[in-house]
Each structure stands twice: as structure tokens, then as C-alpha cells.
């Protein structure tokens, strides 16, 4: 199981300590995916995938315009549904990303 506290997650036991805001992550095959709080810079790739030792395995890359269009949101939620990662941005839009790599692979609508 999976706990959130401000900016620490604690797995089986183990502390994984960050310096942002843990908005929501998620756990999937010895992966931590997690969505952070932006700053005022407007971090907008705010998804990242480490190994459980911290380790960084990807930040998530940009939409394509193709995908995304040219407007860009900071990334609110994250989840694994069979075994696809999907991360949500502030406008409400799904975005099916690559699990190995971060890239933006298809988009939905969720509002």
C-alpha cells in the first residue's frame, strides 16, 4: 500500500522523500509515478517515474501539438488502468503515456 505525506510517500515500509508536493502517485511494476505540485515557474511536465530507490527513469516528455494542441496545463492526477499510464491535466484532458519512456502516446477528454 501507498501513503501520501506532503512531500514523502511510504512504501512497504520505506520513506522515498522528495522536495515538492506529492499531489497523487501510483505504484506499478517496481515503479513509483508521481505527480507533483508546480511551482511558480509554471512546471508544467510536473509527472515523474522513478525506480524504488529513487532512482529518475523519466520526467514526462510534452504533448505533441498533433496530441495536445499548443495550450499547456500542469498535470493534477495520475493512474494505471491495465497496465496503461494516464496522466490528467487541470483542463480535464487524459493523456495515455509511454511507461517506459514518458512520451505522450493519445488523449482524451475526462470533464
Known amino acids: 500500500m501507498i501513503e501520501i505525506q506532503n ?3 511510504f512504501l512497504d ?13 501510483v505504484v506499478y511494476e517496481g515503479k513509483v509515478i508521481a505527480v507533483f505540485e508546480t511551482d ?11 525506480t524504488l530507490d529513487l532512482q529518475l527513469v523519466w520526467r ?3 504533448a505533441p501539438v ?4 499548443t495550450v499547456r496545463s ?14 490528467i491535466d487541470f483542463y480535464g ?4 503515456v509511454n511507461i517506459e519512456n514518458g512520451e505522450i502516446i493519445s488523449k482524451d477528454i475526462v470533464r
Not at 522515498?16 to 499531489?23: A, D, E, G, H, Y
Open 93 to 96: 484532458r487524459r493523456f495515455l
Open 7 to 9: 512531500n514523502k510517500i
Open 13 to 25: 515500509g520505506n520513506e522515498l522523500q522528495f522536495n515538492n508536493k506529492i499531489l497523487e502517485a
Open 60 to 62: 514526462i516528455k510534452p
Open 66 to 69: 498533433v496530441i495536445g494542441g
Open 40 to 50: 511558480e515557474d509554471g512546471g508544467y511536465d510536473n509527472v515523474f517515474c522513478y
Open 74 to 87: 500542469p498535470y493534477v492526477g495520475v493512474d494505471i488502468v491495465d497496465g496503461n499510464c494516464r496522466a
